[in-house]
């Protein structure tokens, strides 16, 4: 956290700035960003103090008898919004906020609170934790009257440059997330049809996922400035590659002041602490997934076929493996060494993500778990029989599946703490219901006239 000295310059640079006003930014437990603003004048006192609000109004917080809370500006996330820049009518930077009780304390159902405290474990156990996800997206045009529609705004496809139409879009993006401070390593059109990647820089998982919540919220409005919608739904259309959040992690020693993934002895570069942390993330997927992959459409994208992963193995080349471990650049094998967890999707609330991988790797490096032997041939291509013959499991193939297996998780209960892990399930249950009680356009067209 920002010293009360260093918050106070910051807000002097910001008024000769002419920035006006503050944008106090929080996340509800779906990860949808929500905002209290303020005058700027406001901001000294709310560094002081905290602002308060009405909890009761957000999705998973609190009851209409508990409802007042306060958000408390973390100072070190201050950065001007760069679509309402200083210089324009209406300055405006936003700064993001942990969420407090009247009494004081961290509010539990706080998700960047849940995230901090899994981080907090690690410390305690001698490590910091640093996380890199990879956030695909769609970038879609809107329909003849205006409506959101999955209609991609290009032909194009992998690393696809003539036909890609969106070079300058993805160049906006890249400036809005460098004036928040996120520092981008690389940007390219997707596999898909007006499906795209910006990459920022590897950090430690509570600024990681700080970063990932504004990506989402700078890519929004950065869309929408060229008459677009940009969308990280997993799967918007039938039949092409679904946009995933493939998550790199490590642990960094604190006290040996390395990655303590690696160990250049390992044929794979990696140490024991990595191969059980590794281990108890495939313990713990299935358990994890629903939080991971939260939607009924993200079930339609963890499908074989179209890179994504089903299968609880890891591997190197293996894309078909919930776990990758990537080579790393000559030169760079200890600090780069890491393991990429693939079946996450951009759907997901990302501090409630990142605190359940963590807790399920850290769970694996407490008990010593072992990991099983890698698999490098694909799985897509292999048939059932052998599978089951090498004893391998499957994530859960729908949403109701996966809110069974998270039931049945201690670990990631306690990671999401009994608040979260209630409003959570009984909110996903509810749309898992209202889904499966449908009839859907396929139905009809599938069995109305044959039966």
Known sequence: MASSKESSAKIEAAKQGGI?????QFTDIIGHVKAVTIPIHQLEGSVEHGTWFDGSSIEGFTRIAESDQYLM???ETFAEIPWQPGSG??????????VFTPNGEPFVGDPRWVLRRQVERARKLGYIVNTGPELEFFLFRRGADGGIEPLPHDQAGYFDFSTDLAQEIRQDMVDALEAFGIRVEAAHHEVAVGQHEIDFEYSDALRTADNAVTFKFALKAIAQQ?????????????????????THQSLYSIAEQRNAFADPANPYGLSEVARSYMAGILAHARGMIAVLAPLVNSYKRLVPGYEA????????T??????????????RSIEGTRAEVRCPDPSSNTYLAFAAMIAAGLDGVERGMTLAEPVEESLFEMDAIRIA???????????????????ADEVIRDALGDHIFEHYLDGKRAEWDAYRTQVSDWEVERYLEHF
């Open 20 to 24: 006006r006003f503050i944008q106090l």
């Open 73 to 75: 500006p973390d100072m």
């Open 89 to 98: 009518p209406r300055g405006t930077a936003r700064v993001i906020c942990d």
């Open 226 to 246: 060229h008459g677009l919608y940009a969308t990280f739904m997993p799967k918007p259309i039938h039949g092409i590659n679904g946009s995933g959040m493939h």
């Open 309 to 316: 992963p089903t299968y609880l193995t890891w591997g190197r």
């Open 318 to 331: 293996n894309r078909s493996a919930l776990i990758r471990v990537p080579k790393v650049s000559p030169g």
């Open 389 to 407: 013959e090498k004893g391998i499991r499957e994530l859960p193939g729908t949403l109701g599946e996966a809110l069974d297996e998270l039931a």
